[in-house]
């Protein structure tokens, strides 16, 4: 039977009663049965420098180490990221002692893309299972051979995976060693890969172009930025003056997307406003310096909203939903609906809150411009079915 490596990013913010909730969830996010699931790689929520393949950040990536046990009591195994370029002793300092906390357990390995930390691990660590990572952009058989002297597992990043001619010349007594990254969104279509070594020197705190440039997007442009982020993207000299064109190519390569604003019956809608968001709330977080817990954040109804709008884009699109469109509503005097969805002749709007307790009310002005709309608030306590899953228990 077939299984699947699956990514961890969001498994922390999961609301769950036990254990088999929690799974459960995780399971139904991927639309897979539980024991189709080989293990889900990501970050602990402790700092490692040596992390890598996208920004940690505690509170919206980092994963319990309680609850990385709960997936092993399911035989779900959990893959640690330290898939950094780079490689110095101190930031190894550091990551060795969240390295050790790791459950001990078969069930779980690190991935790895620098061969120095793969040798310092497999001395200090000797039973743990090491995973090549795709960002080492393995290419060739020869190649394979000389990893698998360090590695256990090699994974080949996504350009190969329609190499048939190369594929073929993989021996098939190895072909249980390698494994193949199936979808790596930004990463299928963005062929500089720059967030490779920008997301390695941001974990490291270092210096990157990521973070200038989201920052000058949203300094520059007249329309609403929800900063979210997917990988790290530095925007071409040649269209820092031309800001659609610089909205675009964020889009194409899968880092933003736009909302527009929907306008029907209303005078004073807004007619041709947009929010861009981001894939992921990780970018927001960095921005602002904030990795603080949930509970003490002034900012948590925006990374709630957030979250939640690009997962119910994800939803439609695994639905293969080409019929429904999404919007935002406001008009000139400030009244707003977070998220509407149009399809065929029904109009669905919904109020995003974080507090359950929040008073709830629609703008009469839209409900009486638009009376056959269907309502409905989404917080904490009620959200499973916007983005597309259901309580099992």
């Given at each position: 039977m077939r299984k699947f490596i699956i990514s961890g990013r969001h498994f922390q913010n999961i609301p769950y009663k036990n254990d088999l909730q929690y799974v459960s969830r995780i399971a139904k996010m991927y639309k897979l049965p539980i024991n189709r699931i080989d293990s889900v790689f990501g970050f602990i929520d402790e700092y490692a420098p040596l992390y890598g393949g996208r920004i940690w950040d505690k509170v919206d990536s980092g994963i319990s180490i309680k609850k990385i046990e709960a997936m092993n009591r399911f035989g779900i195994g959990f893959g640690l990221a330290m898939s950094n370029k780079f490689f110095n002793d101190e930031a190894y300092e550091v990551s060795k002692k969240v390295i050790e906390m790791m459950p001990k357990?078969?069930?779980?390995?690190?991935?790895?893309?620098?061969?120095?930390?793969?040798?310092?691990?497999?001395?200090?660590?000797?039973?743990?299972?090491?995973?090549?990572?795709?960002?080492?952009?393995?290419?060739?058989?020869?190649?394979?051979?000389?990893?698998?002297?360090?590695?256990?597992?090699?994974?080949?990043?996504?350009?190969?995976?329609?190499?048939?001619?190369?594929?073929?010349?993989?021996?098939?007594?190895?072909?249980?060693?390698?494994?193949?990254?199936?979808?790596?969104?930004?990463?299928?279509?963005?062929?500089?890969?720059?967030?490779?070594t920008s997301v390695s020197l941001s974990n490291l705190k270092q210096k990157h172009n990521c973070i200038s440039c989201i920052k000058k997007l949203d300094e520059n442009l007249p329309i609403d930025i929800i900063p979210t982020f997917l990988g790290a993207h530095e925007?071409?000299?040649?269209?820092?003056?031309?800001?659609?064109?610089?909205?675009?190519?964020l889009e194409k390569a899968f880092i933003i997307f736009r909302l527009p604003s929907y306008s029907k019956n209303v005078r004073n809608e807004l007619k041709k406003s947009k929010k861009i968001y981001f894939c992921d709330n990780g970018i927001r977080n960095a921005i602002l310096g904030?990795?603080?817990?949930?509970?003490?954040?002034?900012?948590?109804?925006?990374?709630?909203?957030?979250?939640?709008?690009?997962?119910?884009?994800?939803?439609?699109?695994?639905?293969?939903?080409?019929?429904?469109?999404?919007?935002?509503?406001?008009?000139?005097?400030?009244?707003?609906?977070?998220?509407?969805?149009?399809?065929?002749?029904?109009?669905?709007?919904?109020?995003?809150?974080?507090?359950?307790?929040?008073?709830?009310?629609?703008?009469?002005?839209?409900?009486?411009?638009?009376?056959?709309?269907?309502?409905?608030?989404?917080?904490?306590e009620h959200f499973e079915t916007f983005v597309g899953l259901t309580d099992l228990l």
């Amino acid at each position: 039977m077939r299984k699947f490596i699956i990514s961890g990013r969001h498994f922390q913010n999961i609301p769950y009663k036990n254990d088999l909730q929690y799974v459960s969830r995780i399971a139904k996010m991927y639309k897979l049965p539980i024991n189709r699931i080989d293990s889900v790689f990501g970050f602990i929520d402790e700092y490692a420098p040596l992390y890598g393949g996208r920004i940690w950040d505690k509170v919206d990536s980092g994963i319990s180490i309680k609850k990385i046990e709960a997936m092993n009591r399911f035989g779900i195994g959990f893959g640690l990221a330290m898939s950094n370029k780079f490689f110095n002793d101190e930031a190894y300092e550091v990551s060795k002692k969240v390295i050790e906390m790791m459950p001990k357990s078969d069930l779980n390995y690190i991935i790895i893309t620098n061969d120095t930390l793969s040798r310092k691990v497999r001395e200090d660590f000797p039973d743990m299972h090491q995973k090549l990572s795709c960002i080492a952009e393995v290419d060739n058989v020869e190649e394979i051979y000389k990893k698998l002297e360090l590695y256990d597992i090699v994974t080949l990043h996504v350009d190969q995976n329609l190499r048939d001619e190369f594929l073929r010349l993989i021996p098939e007594s190895i072909k249980s060693k390698i494994v193949l990254f199936g979808i790596g969104q930004c990463a299928t279509y963005c062929r500089h890969k720059i967030c490779y070594t920008s997301v390695s020197l941001s974990n490291l705190k270092q210096k990157h172009n990521c973070i200038s440039c989201i920052k000058k997007l949203d300094e520059n442009l007249p329309i609403d930025i929800i900063p979210t982020f997917l990988g790290a993207h530095e925007f071409p000299v040649e269209y820092k003056d031309d800001k659609e064109k610089y909205i675009d190519i964020l889009e194409k390569a899968f880092i933003i997307f736009r909302l527009p604003s929907y306008s029907k019956n209303v005078r004073n809608e807004l007619k041709k406003s947009k929010k861009i968001y981001f894939c992921d709330n990780g970018i927001r977080n960095a921005i602002l310096g904030n990795y603080t817990a949930t509970e003490s954040r002034t900012d948590t109804g925006a990374l709630w909203k957030n979250f939640l709008i690009s997962e119910r884009r994800k939803q439609l699109a695994y639905q293969q939903d080409r019929t429904t469109q999404a919007y935002f509503w406001r008009t000139q005097q400030q009244q707003e609906i977070d998220y509407l969805e149009e399809s065929h002749d029904t109009l669905q709007a919904w109020e995003i809150k974080w507090n359950p307790k929040a008073k709830n009310r629609f703008p009469s002005t839209f409900l009486k411009a638009y009376p056959h709309s269907s309502t409905e608030f989404i917080n904490p306590e009620h959200f499973e079915t916007f983005v597309g899953l259901t309580d099992l228990l």
